[in-house]
């Protein structure tokens, strides 16, 4: 969508909105990362703010100030604007009370990002009232509880709920009834339609197409020779107020791993070490990747009889650290006292996780000032550009990866 804000349009008649199949809600915070750093900040408020390199409060992008801007270009466009370190600790604990709200109304919930989702609320209804009743509720809830406020979308769809959230910031609240929902679209700007963004939105009107109405009777075979067969179709379809997508629930890990399967079994601790050495890079690379920690380390040993054992180690702190998982996994393997034992399988997984934004990370004392977790994400940044597996532990460096028969790795 567009990042310039658009006026709702206006309604044909009088009476309140009709909100009868209007299930789907798109909650969106109103500049979140703003409101959230203000509120120990109150002398602040009404002043354009810019949160390190982000958007600031609405003030800030009246001036033309928008999200993923380059600082200096932010500064620029307005010098008087108030420079303020993200907390992002504070950003994601708020995230958690807030998706922790949504899921007291319905489990189903679509988080799109730390600051918005859309609702489900078909099965809250005869619990707790029509859908705008519920997300009036939900905004007088995240404002007393968090102390930011929130826009929301009411709609039959989700393209439809969204576009009504962003045309009611800030701290505000449309519903489009089902049947006005092809009148509602047809008044706005094709820049309006979420997808379109400046390029496209450009092309449209090189067309002539400056309206969602002058898109929808244009027809879908000119729109598709313009704009390509899936994005012709689709905009087309939008701009119908079509849209079949459902709210699908995102389930949150509550573990990270990676599990190997040797080609022959083996009974060498030495192999085993460097497998779980292996497994616990993968295992942390993949929890950094998603922005979590773990304070329970676990691994699993599958014998050539193919019993399967598990043991469990939780640490005193939360981490993402391959070198704590492999000495948390190493010290779990030995503690078996397996000896020469033939093994089929070895995995290793972090449990108990949570945001990283949100845990504290405890430094060791032999830790240097730059120490293991840098050089983590060194490695991950290494991997992002050359391909994963180019940077590894140096008693890694002589593995093939026909050495075993197949590597599993596990979100759940």
Not at 131 to 141: F, K, N, S, V, Y
Not at 319 to 343: C, H, K, M, P
Request: hydrophobic fraction near 40%.
């Amino acid at each position: 969508m567009s990042r310039r804000q658009f006026t709702a349009p206006t309604r044909a008649g009088s009476e309140p909105p009709d909100d009868t199949g209007c299930t789907v809600l798109h909650v969106d915070m109103d500049a979140f990362y703003a409101s959230a750093s203000l509120i120990s900040r109150p002398e602040l408020r009404g002043r354009p703010v810019i949160i390190g390199g982000a958007s600031g409060r609405y003030e800030a992008r009246a001036f033309g100030v928008t999200s993923a801007m380059p600082m200096a270009r932010a500064q620029r466009l307005c010098p008087q604007a108030v420079i303020i370190e993200p907390d992002h600790r504070r950003y994601a604990a708020i995230s958690e009370a807030v998706m922790a709200t949504f899921a007291t109304i319905t489990e189903s919930v679509e988080p799109l990002s730390l600051d918005e989702a859309f609702l489900d609320v078909s099965g809250a209804v005869r619990r707790l009232g029509r859908p705008t009743q519920i997300a009036e509720q939900l905004r007088d809830t995240i404002a007393d509880e968090q102390g930011i406020t929130c826009s929301v979308g009411v709609a039959p769809t989700k393209f439809v709920a969204k576009l009504a959230s962003n045309l009611a910031k800030p701290d505000g609240l449309i519903v489009v009834p089902r049947e006005e929902v092809v009148s509602f679209l047809h008044q706005l700007p094709v820049g309006a339609i979420w997808g379109v963004g400046d390029k496209t939105e450009e092309h449209l009107h090189r067309l002539g197409l400056r309206t969602v109405a002058d898109l929808a009777h244009t027809p879908v075979e000119t729109l598709q020779r313009a704009l390509g067969d899936v994005a012709g179709r689709s905009l087309h379809d939008l701009a119908w107020g079509r849209d079949s997508r459902s709210v699908v629930p995102q389930r949150r890990e509550k573990s990270i791993g990676a599990d190997e399967t040797f080609a022959h079994d083996i009974d060498d601790p030495v192999r085993i070490h460097r497998e779980l050495l292996r497994l616990a890079d993968r295992t942390a690379a993949r929890a950094r990747s998603a922005g979590m920690t773990g304070r329970t380390v676990s691994i699993k040993v599958r014998f050539a009889d193919f019993t399967t054992i598990t043991r469990a180690k939780t640490l005193r702190h939360h981490t993402d650290v391959s070198r704590d998982i492999f000495a948390t996994a190493r010290e779990l393997y030995d503690r078996l006292g397996l000896q020469r034992a033939r093994i089929r399988l070895v995995g290793v997984r972090l449990e108990g996780l949570v945001p990283s934004a949100v845990a504290p990370i405890q430094a060791t004392l032999d830790e240097p000032e730059h120490g293991w977790r840098e050089a983590d994400r060194a490695v991950d940044r290494a991997s992002a550009r050359f391909g994963a597996g180019s940077v590894r532990p140096a008693s890694l460096m002589s593995d093939r990866p026909s050495g075993s028969h197949r590597e599993r790795r596990d979100l759940s």
